[in-house]
């Protein structure tokens, strides 16, 4: 199932992030604010935006069913906006952050560099697929909360996410009130 | 998002010259301030703070993601909010009220009913419980106010409701495909459904959308096609009442007849004290109480306008029962937040030995897949089939039911802790009895008899060992005729002191089982009235 731009809108219509912010994203690509963030041990980590793009879009590849296209437009439109947003978007950098260092650590390349086993087991081995997500927590529970988890949302509260599931109008998605009358299609 | 919400008016020093001094900016508040502004000059004192309505959608981020608890949604918790619950029955506070403006119904989920005419007449009725020393009659002009001033969505369908003098401001929303689902077994049963009175727009009204379907309503309706208490603090505010936030009052200062200031303390630790002629306390079934036991005296030593002995006494809230499982069928639940179905049909038959309840057909059985998709330990293809697998054929049918009375159901000061102001936190001492416990299991035994009738495999049941509160905080400050026996006379003001009114649903002699946010708006509307009637 194709993930079109409207589901990427509706997304971050679901997160307060609305046309408006999407018209003010300015990427913050190059050396000059890529900090090294804390949590990963390598000062050479770049967390740029086009980095942190690159990453979520090969986290996405995983954390998304097989059937679902148009991955990468979908989540660099919503990526934008999220990044922008105040204390989530470092919040997101730094996962990002963190799983570099480990792919880089243990798997000798970046993330988007290893094959989507290598990039499922690496998440695996870092524990993130039994933490609960926490903005505050440990290096697990971050990634949960500001990658893996961002992005389940992004999916599952846009309306194709929830067509997958078999709800078009899913929770945070503003759909109207005729869905809910209608039986099954 | 903002901290506590974001501040407003930076002055919080007291109004001079104020004719009432509304405390609290719930719904309660905000309409009895909204009414009597154009003619009174009116401040409200209201605790919490003004949050920012742009932060409702972050807020509706923080209901759907597993790393927060719902008093998060709303910043409740903290020492600020502590409590205790020293009863049999735990009472989880924080998940039960708001602090800010607009109060509990930022939080609610909107269903707004009248109580039925027996309601108000228990002990002669069904033999238990006192009589309201008011009745319907009293109190039907001022229901139709509350639906207009609210924004009801309700239809003319329910036989069982009590008798109606115009119709509902909006159109009912229509049934759901699940209540097409339950409305056959409930034919084969005999068993009538009817449409749900909503205080949530089905089309635009007062300036506020029509619902658009987010499904989040309770705990934060983004559109803002739910009604909540904002929507009157503004209209008073427009009018020239002065609202002033985060300004908590600790303590009434008082002589023998009257209040004289409500004294307040705003976020710098500063203490004020605001004067008026009249004082309408509307801080909701359990701060209501904590604040007159606070403010005691040499005059009144077991708490302010407690000659009864009883401020604080009768506790009580709705019970839920509910019984759930699912279907071989699709049932297409989670669209939407609201109820569209109810059956009234079993509430008159309440007697002794079983209270009244009503019937809630869900539109939101089972996990929301949003929700379940940011737990577990799958992703991919396997978290996929595993939402699949749960969404999809859930149905459940809930009840609320009535409470009596009891003495020994309190809200009291809890001796040993306090809060982060140094005052002793509220001790919610619930009680709940034989009757209630009885009604939750004729409850579910209709229940399972519809869920059976559809064919649907019993998954669970909340029956009289599980059940617990539906949040309604109501009788601690009980309406009554006799000073000894009651706190509050017929129009509400306090029996000790000629200038102290409360609004909110603390005067309730009796529950019912109806939702009682009409009937607290009703009763604030007539209150406004009396105050008026009072100052002229
Ligand atoms: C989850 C949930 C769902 C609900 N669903 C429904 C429903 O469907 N239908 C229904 O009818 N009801 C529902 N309710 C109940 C409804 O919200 C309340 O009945 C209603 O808000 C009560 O209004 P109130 O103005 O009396 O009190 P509140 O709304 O609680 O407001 C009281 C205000 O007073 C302030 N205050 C308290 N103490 C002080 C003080 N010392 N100084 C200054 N200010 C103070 C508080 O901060 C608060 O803002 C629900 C409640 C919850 C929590
Ligand atoms: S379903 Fe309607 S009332 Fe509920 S949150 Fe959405 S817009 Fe608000």
């Known amino acids: 199932m194709e993930l079109s731009r409207r589901d990427a809108v509706a997304a971050l219509a679901a997160l307060g992030l609305g046309g408006g912010a999407a018209a003010t994203y300015t990427r913050r690509d190059g050396g000059d604010d890529s900090d090294p963030q804390s949590g990963t041990e390598d000062e050479e980590i770049d967390v740029s935006d086009g980095r942190v793009e690159r990453v979520a879009v090969a986290a996405a590849e995983v954390l998304y069913p097989s059937q679902v296209t148009g991955v990468e437009q979908f989540v660099t439109e919503f990526l934008g906006p999220r990044l922008n947003q105040d204390g989530h978007g470092d919040g997101i950098r730094e996962a990002v952050g963190i799983v570099e260092d480990r792919a880089q650590r243990w798997h000798g390349a970046e993330f988007d560099a290893l094959d989507p086993d290598r990039r499922d087991q690496l998440l695996r081995e870092m524990g993130v697929d039994t933490a609960d997500e926490a903005p505050d927590g440990t290096d697990a529970e971050r990634v949960r909360y500001y990658l893996v988890n961002d992005l389940l949302l992004a999916l599952y509260a846009s309306p194709t996410g929830g067509e997958l599931v078999g709800v078009e109008n899913p929770q945070g998605h503003p759909g109207g009130t005729d869905s809910y009358q209608r039986g099954p299609p | 998002m903002s901290g506590r919400g974001s501040a407003s008016r930076q002055d919080r020093s007291p109004v001079t010259d104020a004719d009432v001094c509304v405390i609290g900016a719930g719904p ?92 108000f007449a228990s002990g002669t009725e069904r033999g238990v419980g006192p009589d309201w020393p008011i009745d319907y009659a009293d109190l039907q002009p ?10 009801v969505s309700g239809a003319d369908d329910n036989s069982f409701a009590p008798p109606r003098e115009q119709p509902h401001p909006m159109p009912a929303f229509p049934p759901s495909y699940s209540d097409s689902l339950f409305a056959e077994a409930c034919d084969e049963l005999g068993i009538a459904m009817h449409s749900v009175p909503n205080a949530r727009n089905s089309e635009p009204f007062d300036g506020r959308s029509e619902c658009a379907g987010y499904g989040t309503c309770q705990p934060v309706c983004p559109s803002g096609a739910k009604y909540d208490g904002t929507v ?9 009442a002065t609202v002033i936030d985060r300004a908590r009052v600790e303590r009434l200062a008082h002589n023998a007849d009257a209040i004289e200031a409500a004294v307040y303390t705003t976020p710098d630790g500063t203490e004020h004290r605001q004067e008026a002629d009249a004082f309408v306390l509307a801080c909701g079934g359990v701060e209501t109480p904590r604040l007159l036991l606070m403010s005691d005296s040499e005059q009144y030593p077991g708490g302010l306008a407690n000659s009864s002995g009883l401020v604080g006494r009768y506790f009580m809230d709705h019970l839920f029962a509910g019984v759930g499982g699912v279907l071989d069928e699709p049932t297409r639940q989670n669209h939407v937040g609201f109820l569209t179905s109810e059956s009234h049909q079993f509430y008159d038959d309440a007697d002794e030995e079983v209270g009244p309840f009503k019937l809630e057909f869900f539109n939101y059985a089972g996990s929301s897949p949003v929700e379940l998709a940011l737990t577990g330990d799958d992703w991919g293809d396997d978290l996929l089939e595993r939402l699949q697998s749960a969404y999809g054929n859930h149905v459940a049918v809930g009840a609320l039911v009535e409470q009596l009375p009891r003495e020994d159901s309190y809200v009291g000061l809890d001796p040993e802790r306090t809060d982060d102001r140094g005052n002793p936190v509220p001790d919610v001492h619930w009680t709940v009895g034989d009757r209630a ?18 064919g649907a495999e019993i998954t669970w049941t909340v029956g009289p060992d599980d059940t617990g509160p539906a949040y309604h905080h109501m009788g601690t400050t009980r309406m009554g005729t006799d000073p000894a026996s009651s706190v509050v006379d017929p129009a509400c003001r306090t029996h000790d002191l000629a200038n102290c009114w409360i609004a909110g649903s603390s005067v309730f002699p009796t529950g019912g089982a109806m939702n009682p946010t009409l009937t607290i708006a009703a009763l604030a509307l007539r209150v406004a009235d009396a105050v008026d009637a009072t100052l002229e």
């Open chain 2, 437 to 454: 416990l009885r009604t939750i299991e004729r409850a579910n035994g209709i229940q399972r008899s519809i869920l059976q009738e559809l």
């Open chain 2, 28 to 119: 309660a508040g905000a309409l009895v301030a909204d009414h009597l502004a154009s003619a009174q000059d009116v401040v409200v004192l209201e605790a919490g703070p003004r949050f920012d309505p742009g932060d409702r959608v972050e807020r509706q981020e923080r209901a759907i993601r597993p790393a927060f608890d719902r008093p998060d949604v709303w910043e409740m918790g903290g020492k600020r909010d502590d409590h205790a619950a020293s009863g049999e029955w735990f009472y989880p506070l924080n998940h039960a009220r708001v602090k800010g403006v607009g109060g509990s119904t930022l939080h609610w989920q909107g269903m707004v009913m009248r109580l039925h005419e027996e309601d």
């Open chain 2, 232 to 240: 009157h603090v503004e209209r008073a505010e427009s009018q020239g």
């Open chain 2, 142 to 151: 001022y229901y139709a106010d509350a639906e207009t001033e609210l924004g």
